[in-house]
């Protein structure tokens, strides 16, 4: 028995104004989804608790089971994952973008332009910098983005950004943001390194990192060793990427074609019993504000999901959103999230429709991330009893 967890990015939202006050799920013509709904047991769920609003990162952490504020400094890390890097204990790692800054360090453009072409020889560049005491480890990722890792004993993540987040001003010192020695020791390793990027870029465009989400290398206990099942992830962004690699699963390049991606899911869990998917998209129609969009999306993947109908009769299926993003608001916000648990034993209710409202009436109730794990490994009968 198989199970898949597919995750529509931020597909649920608030009630939009321009669709007379439905949601985008609510609109949307999507008959796989709805007959995912009458067929499973449906339920809102909260990422991390109510009103948490919380990241595509924190929140795929507490859907894989794991505590969040446990194993969550900073996104660095889990982007560092993202493109390939291996982590160690006691790495700190920082998201990082290439910039063109003034001769006084005012930061001209967060993006160098955009910067396409020719990021890896500045990344040689770079991974040549030596400082004392500190192993550096740059890569870069797509367009102006990289990652930095910094190996050495004693680190803190506990460190501020560099980067200013706007344009006009000027790149900042890191600061220790507590008292420890080694947050100030940090501090200044990660400032005589952008001393130093400064004096090997001289003369680029791109003539800055800027470093921001520093984060400590997390410890995640192995998806195998904790539920002694195996697992693979089919995702298009980095960070989902970084997180399943972190727990020792199966990271396989997504296909863009949606149909195409959903066979190369099942095809996948030939392989695994537990497969993470996530789409993408619909989150980044909400931060575009763009409702039109969302719904044609929300269309368009629906209609991928018909080999899902035949998959969870016999194998069990998750489909949910990770987080609400609001169209109106352009951005994550903590409301509930429709979810619906499909499989051979799972317990129907009365619910029709997949959307925000309709789950709410559903036999899961209202759940956290956190469940999901447990539910889908008991109706799999892989959980262990607790008592006698
Ligand atoms: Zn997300």
Redesign the pocket.
């Known amino acids: 028995m198989k199970a898949l967890m597919l995750?529509c990015?931020?597909m649920a939202d608030r009630p939009v104004r321009e669709l007379k006050g439905r949601t985008p799920l609510e609109v949307a013509k999507k008959r796989n989804m709805d007959a995912l709904a009458r067929r499973g047991i449906t339920g809102i769920l909260d990422p991390i608790a109510p009103g948490v609003r919380?990241?595509?990162d924190t929140?795929?952490l507490a859907l894989l089971g794991y505590d969040p504020y446990e194993v969550y400094t900073g996104r660095g890390p889990f982007e560092a994952a993202g493109v390939g890097l291996k982590l160690r204990q006691g790495d700190i790692a920082f998201r990082c973008n290439f910039a063109t800054v003034d001769e006084n360090w005012v930061v001209l453009d967060r993006r160098a332009g955009r910067i396409s072409r020719g990021t890896d020889e500045l990344a040689r560049a770079i991974n040549r910098i030596k400082i004392p005491g500190v192993e550096i480890i740059f890569k870069e990722s797509v367009s102006h983005r990289g990652v930095l890792i910094l190996r050495g004993k004693k680190l803190s993540h506990k460190v501020s950004d560099s980067d200013p987040h706007v344009t006009g001003e000027k790149v900042r010192k890191v600061r220790a943001l507590d008292a420890s020695p080694e947050a100030r020791k940090t501090a200044s390793i990660v400032n005589a390194f952008s001393e130093k990027v400064h004096k090997v870029l001289r003369g680029q465009p791109a003539n800055m990192l800027l470093l921001r989400g520093c984060g400590a290398s997390p410890r995640l206990q192995p998806f195998k060793e904790k539920y002694g099942i195996s697992g693979a992830c089919i995702a298009t962004t980095g960070i989902i990427k970084g997180i399943a690699r972190l727990a020792g699963m199966e990271v396989i390049e997504a296909k863009q074609d949606y149909s195409a991606r959903i066979k190369q899911g099942l095809g996948t869990l030939n392989r695994y019993d537990f497969l993470l998917m996530?789409i993408?998209e619909p989150?980044e129609a909400s931060h575009d504000h763009d409702a039109k969009k969302k719904i044609q999306l929300i269309e368009e993947i629906d209609k991928a999901l018909k080999p899902l109908l035949e998959f969870s009769k016999k194998n069990y299926l998750l489909l949910l959103?990770?987080?609400t993003?609001s169209l109106a608001y352009g951005d994550?916000t903590g409301d509930s999230v429709p979810v619906v648990l499909c499989g051979p034993e799972a317990r129907t209710d009365y619910v029709k429709k997949f959307d925000e409202r309709s789950t709410a009436k559903g036999g899961l109730g209202r759940i956290k991330g956190q469940d999901l794990m447990p539910l889908l490994l008991d109706l799999m009968n892989r959980s262990e009893k607790f008592g006698a």
């Open positions: 995750v990015d931020g919380v990241g595509s929140t795929h996530n993408k989150d959103s990770d987080h993003t994550h």
